[in-house]
């Protein structure tokens, strides 16, 4: 029997919980603590889990304690529960910026801590999560809580120095991806498509590459290459995106969240 507590019932916290309960994990073996009694209700009667506001009588059994608030916050609450958490439980944070180093302090200096950039597309049980491990992390700590999280999409571990360019390439890329079918979506009400029309093309379209990206095991080039007819139309449309400098936009753009991802830690 796994016990588990969930830090934070919002959007992420509610995404992880609806995951654990789809695989079998009982809801009587999470907590998840919540500062609205209307969202605490919510939770216990979708998901059949325990809620309370004391942050520390929630982790007081956990095995695993998940941390699902905004940057800001985690330090303080690692702060608040570090006297109550039991010997080995483990601590994952699911915020960016914040490093392992802080987290570490905060929690007690030989508490096991994971820094884990999730992504939102876990709300639908398709997210990407990367898990980078503290110093104090046995090897089947790690295994648990990449086990735990499996259950909202796909799981990476990597060190590290390599968060801020993950949070760029997953944790922030699904608003990429809205953008760039948002204006796929103004591009054909400029052709004259009805908004609702253009939509649904666009976001199927979407759907349909994600979905070709993750199940063909063709590289993003193949699949491109695929779909490309030599004189073709999708060649022409590609080409005034090259000319217009969308590559270099998204080397760019990945850059500047790396950065600030930097910079919040």
Same mark, same amino acid.
Do not use: W
């Given at each position: 029997? =796994?016990?588990?507590?969930?830090?934070?019932?919002?959007?992420?916290? $509610?995404?992880?919980?609806?995951? *654990?309960? %789809?695989?079998?994990?009982?809801?009587?073996?999470?907590?998840? #603590?919540?500062?609205?009694?209307?969202?605490?209700?919510?939770? $216990?009667? #979708?998901?059949?889990?325990?809620? =309370?506001?004391?942050?520390? %009588?929630? @982790?007081?059994?956990?095995?695993?304690?998940?941390?699902?608030?905004?940057?800001?916050?985690?330090?303080?609450? !690692?702060?608040?529960?570090?006297?109550? !958490?039991?010997?080995?439980?483990?601590?994952?944070?699911?915020?960016?910026?914040?490093?392992?180093? %802080?987290?570490? =302090?905060?929690?007690?200096?030989? #508490?096991?801590?994971?820094? @884990?950039?999730?992504? #939102?597309?876990?709300?639908?049980?398709?997210?990407?999560?990367?898990?980078?491990?503290?110093?104090h992390v046995a090897e089947e700590q790690l295994?648990?809580?990449?086990?735990? *999280?499996?259950?909202?999409?796909?799981?990476?571990?990597?060190?590290?120095?390599?968060?801020?360019a993950v949070t760029a390439l997953a944790g922030?890329?699904? +608003?990429?991806?809205?953008?760039? =079918?948002?204006?796929? @979506?103004?591009?054909?009400?400029? /052709?004259? /498509?009805?908004?609702?029309?253009? $939509?649904? !093309?666009?976001?199927?379209?979407?759907?349909?590459?994600?979905?070709? *990206?993750? $199940?063909?095991?063709?590289?993003?080039?193949?699949?491109?290459?695929?779909?490309?007819?030599?004189?073709?139309?999708?060649?022409?449309? /590609?080409?005034? !995106?090259?000319?217009?400098?969308?590559?270099?936009?998204?080397?760019?753009?990945?850059?500047?969240? +790396?950065?600030?991802?930097?910079?919040?830690?």
């Amino acid at each position: 029997m =796994t016990k588990i507590t969930v830090l934070g019932g919002g959007n992420i916290g $509610e995404a992880l919980i609806a995951g *654990l309960v %789809a695989k079998g994990y009982e809801g009587a073996d999470i907590t998840a #603590t919540n500062r609205s009694k209307d969202r605490s209700e919510y939770l $216990e009667s #979708t998901y059949g889990v325990t809620t =309370t506001a004391d942050n520390s %009588a929630a @982790v007081k059994d956990a095995d695993y304690v998940f941390v699902c608030l905004k940057p800001y916050g985690i330090v303080s609450v !690692l702060e608040e529960v570090a006297d109550s !958490l039991p010997e080995g439980a483990v601590v994952a944070s699911m915020a960016a910026g914040v490093t392992l180093e %802080a987290m570490e =302090t905060a929690a007690g200096s030989q #508490t096991p801590v994971v820094r @884990v950039m999730p992504n #939102t597309p876990m709300l639908v049980g398709k997210g990407m999560c990367a898990c980078a491990p503290g110093r104090h992390v046995a090897e089947e700590q790690l295994e648990g809580v990449q086990e735990l *999280l499996s259950a909202v999409g796909e799981v990476a571990t990597v060190g590290e120095d390599d968060m801020d360019a993950v949070t760029a390439l997953a944790g922030s890329a699904p +608003a990429y991806y809205f953008l760039v =079918t948002e204006a796929l @979506v103004d591009a054909g009400v400029q /052709l004259g /498509l009805k908004r609702d029309v253009a $939509e649904k !093309l666009a976001g199927q379209a979407a759907a349909g590459a994600g979905a070709m *990206l993750a $199940e063909s095991g063709d590289s993003a080039s193949q699949l491109r290459i695929n779909v490309s007819s030599p004189g073709g139309t999708t060649v022409a449309a /590609l080409r005034e !995106l090259e000319e217009s400098g969308l590559r270099g936009a998204f080397f760019r753009a990945a850059e500047a969240c +790396a950065t600030r991802s930097q910079e919040l830690g």
